[in-house]
Each structure stands twice: as C-alpha cells, then as structure tokens.
C-alpha cells in the first residue's frame, strides 16, 4: 500500500520561503506521477503543482507560477514543493498525491493522498 507522508509546512510572514517534503513509501516513486493540492479555509482542493515520473515535465497553478518549484529525487523516495515569496493567500493545508497513470491537474486521477502539512502565511 502507497503511503505519503508530508512535512515541512508552519507559520511564516509573508515574503518567507518553505520547502515541503512528501515521503513515499510502499512504491517505486519512478513509476509514480506526484503533484501537490491544497485546500484553504472555506475552500475548495486546489492543484497547485505536478511533476512527471521522470522530471521531464512540470505544470503549475497561475497562482503559484513563478513562485513554487516542484522536484522530485527518486532515489530517496522524496517529492518536495519549494514555495518562495509567500503569500496570505498560500494559507492552506498542502496535501502530496500520487498517480499510477496520470501526469494532470485535476484531483480525481490521483490515486493516494497524504494527510497533508499546514501552512499558514502572515502578514
């Protein structure tokens, strides 16, 4: 069974970075398409970054572009969402997720789900 486990998120003021990190378990990451969702108060999930199996392709939300960096290192299992220039905005639980077929921004093809980090931007 495919387990994803976050970590990295917290309370910073606005302009801060973050680096979240998702370890996978259970799996070849390489076989695995591994995106990040978040979910604010209120609000409804959101994609806010995907990366290939094999990092060739990256996507990003407009509202993150040019901000977030999603990487992949297969070789430790590890995803992670660099996030720069934060916004009050970005306040939201950050959820890790992973597909066996899909490179795509849209949640219901995603096939595991962590349990996601906070992260709460002040300004």
């Known amino acids: 069974q495919v387990q994803l486990v976050e970590s990295g998120g917290g309370l910073v003021q606005a302009g801060d970075s973050l680096r979240l990190s998702c370890a996978v378990s259970?799996?070849?990451?390489?076989?695995?398409?591994m995106g990040w969702f978040r979910q604010g108060p209120g609000e409804e999930r959101e994609f806010v970054a995907a990366?290939?199996?094999?990092?060739?392709?990256?996507a990003y939300a407009n509202s993150v572009k040019g901000r977030c960096t999603i990487s992949r290192d297969n070789a430790k299992n590890t995803v992670y969402l660099q996030m720069n220039s934060l916004k009050p905005e970005d306040t939201a639980h950050y959820y890790c997720?992973?597909?066996?077929?899909?490179?795509?921004?849209?949640?219901?093809?995603?096939?595991?789900w962590g349990q996601g980090t906070q992260v709460t931007v002040s300004s």
């Open positions: 990366i290939s199996k094999s990092a060739d392709s990256t």
């Open positions: 259970g799996h070849t990451l390489s076989r695995l398409v």
């Open positions: 997720a992973a597909s066996n077929a899909y490179y795509t921004v849209h949640p219901a093809r995603y096939d595991y």
